[in-house]
């Protein structure tokens, strides 16, 4: 489980994110949903203290962080039971897809060199790479390239993936083999919160959807209640500019 409570942060005077509560249960998939601006990136970031957080306190599964006084051992251990998939990849160019795969776990996870590479060829392998292993991010698409970094993500065999609008940086016609591969990971029970704008795939995998606006939770519910019958005015009015064929209806 993933319990985040009074969460906040601030760049210099400008408060992005107001003191946010959300519970994630284990195997839930959670989509986060918003305007640009809204706070959706920083929360993912502070989840996993790539960005540290004002205030609040952080629990992911029996690892409990008080906000105000994280020491690097609290750090450490949030980190290792979370995973980052990024709108850039941030894949090492010098590496191939296998060895950007092995490097958490023989650096990070102090793995033997055989075990992480017969993992990282099996979860390459699973998100339609097995061909690709000694391909170089430069010999790869835009698609490959984000697969390569879910498969490094689930190497890592976290409680909880944290995709950053993962599709963002993607040609349109790459989007859809990125999302199947994470509808696929959805479908095995790994828990992942994702920040998307893409509509459909948030109501087609998500068990949970969150509204963000103004560095604050505006509302939460099942994709149902959020797309069919969302109850603020501020979810509707985003829903009807950013999915023009939504209407509401009572």
């Given at each position: 489980?993933i319990?985040?409570t009074g969460?906040t942060?601030?760049?210099g005077?400008?408060q992005?994110?107001?003191?946010?509560d959300?519970?994630?249960n284990?195997?839930?998939?959670?989509?986060?949903?918003g305007p640009?601006?809204?706070g959706?990136t920083?929360?993912?970031?502070?989840?996993?203290?790539?960005?540290k957080?004002?205030?609040g306190?952080?629990?992911?599964?029996d690892?409990?962080v008080?906000c105000?006084?994280?020491?690097?051992?609290?750090i450490?251990?949030l980190?290792?039971k979370?995973?980052?998939?990024?709108?850039?990849?941030?894949?090492?160019?010098?590496?191939?897809a296998?060895?950007?795969?092995?490097?958490?776990?023989?650096?990070?996870q102090?793995?033997?060199k055989?075990e992480s590479?017969e993992r990282?060829?099996?979860?390459?392998e699973?998100?339609?790479?097995?061909?690709?292993?000694?391909?170089?991010p430069?010999e790869?698409?835009g698609g490959?390239?984000?697969?390569?970094?879910?498969?490094?993500?689930?190497?890592?065999?976290?409680e909880v993936?944290?995709?950053?609008?993962p599709?963002s940086?993607?040609?349109?016609?790459l989007?859809?083999?990125?999302l199947?591969?994470?509808?696929?990971?959805?479908?095995?029970g790994?828990?992942?919160i994702?920040?998307?704008?893409?509509m459909?795939?948030?109501r087609?995998?998500?068990?949970h959807?969150?509204f963000?606006?103004?560095?604050?939770?505006?509302?939460?519910?099942?994709?149902?209640?959020i797309?069919?019958?969302?109850?603020?005015e501020?979810?509707k009015q985003?829903?009807?500019?950013?999915?023009?064929?939504?209407?509401?209806?009572i």
């Amino acid at each position: 489980m993933i319990k985040l409570t009074g969460i906040t942060k601030s760049f210099g005077r400008n408060q992005v994110l107001k003191g946010i509560d959300l519970q994630v249960n284990k195997g839930e998939v959670v989509v986060i949903l918003g305007p640009s601006g809204s706070g959706k990136t920083t929360l993912l970031r502070c989840i996993n203290y790539l960005e540290k957080p004002g205030e609040g306190q952080i629990v992911i599964g029996d690892s409990i962080v008080d906000c105000n006084r994280a020491s690097k051992q609290d750090i450490l251990q949030l980190r290792r039971k979370s995973a980052m998939v990024f709108q850039q990849y941030n894949l090492f160019k010098h590496k191939t897809a296998l060895e950007n795969v092995m490097e958490g776990l023989v650096i990070v996870q102090k793995r033997p060199k055989d075990e992480s590479r017969e993992r990282s060829v099996r979860v390459l392998e699973k998100v339609g790479l097995g061909s690709k292993l000694d391909a170089y991010p430069s010999e790869l698409s835009g698609g490959q390239q984000q697969r390569v970094g879910i498969a490094r993500a689930l190497a890592l065999e976290p409680e909880v993936i944290l995709f950053d609008e993962p599709t963002s940086a993607l040609d349109p016609e790459l989007v859809g083999e990125v999302l199947e591969v994470i509808r696929k990971i959805a479908r095995e029970g790994i828990t992942m919160i994702v920040v998307t704008h893409e509509m459909s795939f948030a109501r087609d995998v998500s068990n949970h959807v969150v509204f963000m606006d103004g560095g604050v939770i505006v509302e939460e519910g099942t994709p149902q209640e959020i797309f069919g019958s969302p109850k603020e005015e501020r979810t509707k009015q985003f829903l009807k500019r950013i999915t023009p064929e939504w209407s509401y209806t009572i």
